[in-house]
Antibody
Framework: EVQVLESGGGLVQPGGSLRLSCAASAFIFSNSAMSWVRQAPGKGLELVSGISAIGESTYYADSVKGRFTISRDNSKNTLYLQMNSLRVEDTALYYC???????????????WGQGTLVTVSS | EIVMTQSPATLSVSPGERATLSCRASQSAGSNLAWYLQKPGQGPRLLIYGASTRATGTPARFSGSGSGTDFTLTISSLQSEDFAVYYCQQYNDWPQTFGQGTKVEIK
């Protein structure tokens, strides 16, 4: 069964940093684009960042550009999100999502994790 | 970016009844539209992609239609497990964008 499992969330002060991880299993990770999608408390879904299957292309929402960095290690079947200069408005549940089509992160998402909570507060 | 607007925000339906959810795009999304279901404490689950293609494991009571700017998700006979929040998402342009959700609740 395909699984993606996020970790690394927590409480951090404004201006701080966190690194999220997403461990994938039961599919060929190196063939699949991956993305991070977040959901603020009681709110809807917002695409944060995406990365192509072999990592040569990355995409960021304007709200996180220059502060967040997405990366992947295909030898470890793991996706990462390095979050720097965190703001209160970055508080959200962060989901790891597998692209449903293939190598580029520009389609729908066929598998999602349960999410990891990031809280930015002083 | 394409703005997605869902209506209604909340839909009250009795079990066994039909539910119709709407999603409108601010510009054409072609047929590049997906629907998801989200239950409390869970990540979203893909129901429909390509506006009308059921994802693996999606029951036949779920059907999607539409193209361009207007899309519909129909649940022909609501079951207890269908009461949840539903999101539409366009992937015609990057960034992919989501509607704000429709909550389907028990009447």
């Amino acid at each position: 069964e395909v699984q993606v499992l996020e970790s690394g969330g927590g409480l951090v002060q404004p201006g701080g940093s966190l690194r999220l991880s997403c461990a994938a299993s039961a599919f060929i990770f190196s063939n699949s684009a991956m993305s991070w999608v977040r959901q603020a408390p009681g709110k809807g879904l917002e695409l944060v960042s995406g990365i192509s299957a072999i990592g040569e292309s990355t995409y960021y929402a304007d709200s996180v550009k220059g502060r967040f960095t997405i990366s992947r290690d295909n030898s470890k079947n793991t996706l990462y999100l390095q979050m720097n200069s965190l703001r209160v408005e970055d508080t959200a549940l962060y989901y790891c999502a597998k692209d449903g089509v293939g190598a580029l992160p520009k389609y729908y998402f066929d598998y999602w994790g349960q999410g990891t909570l990031v809280t930015v507060s002083s | 970016e394409i703005v997605m607007t869902q209506s209604p925000a909340t839909l009250s339906v009795s079990p066994g009844e039909r539910a119709t959810l709407s999603c409108r795009a601010s510009q054409s999304a072609g047929s590049n539209l997906a629907w998801y279901l989200q239950k409390p404490g869970q990540g979203p689950r893909l129901l429909i992609y390509g506006a009308s293609t059921r994802a693996t494991g999606t029951p036949a009571r779920f059907s999607g239609s539409g193209s361009g700017t207007d899309f519909t998700l129909t649940i022909s006979s609501l079951q207890s497990e269908d009461f949840a929040v539903y999101y539409c998402q366009q992937y015609n342009d990057w960034p992919q964008t989501f509607g704000q959700g429709t909550k389907v609740e028990i009447k």
